[in-house]
């Protein structure tokens, strides 16, 4: 698995996509609370990027990091 905290395009896609479905669809990946993260952290996360993308913010929301995305946020 590549390490997909390495790469600042990451970083900017999870202030730039939105969750595609469930209770939180239309949500800013970034914004997503950290209970939902938890929920597929144990549960499984989706296959491909948005999976890997909802591991990523899992991993920032856990280690108390989700600050350092403030700055690529839009105005």
């Not at 479905?21 to 499984?44: E, I």
């Amino acid at each position: 698995m590549d390490p997909v905290w390495m790469d600042a395009g990451k970083l900017q896609l999870l202030v730039q996509r939105t969750m595609p479905f469930g209770k939180y669809k239309g949500r800013l990946l970034a914004d997503l609370p950290g209970h939902y993260l938890n929920w597929f952290a144990r549960t499984g996360f989706p296959s491909g990027e948005l999976g890997a993308l909802l591991a990523l913010i899992h991993e920032l929301d856990h280690n108390g990091l989700k600050s350092l995305l403030d700055p690529l946020r839009l105005p």
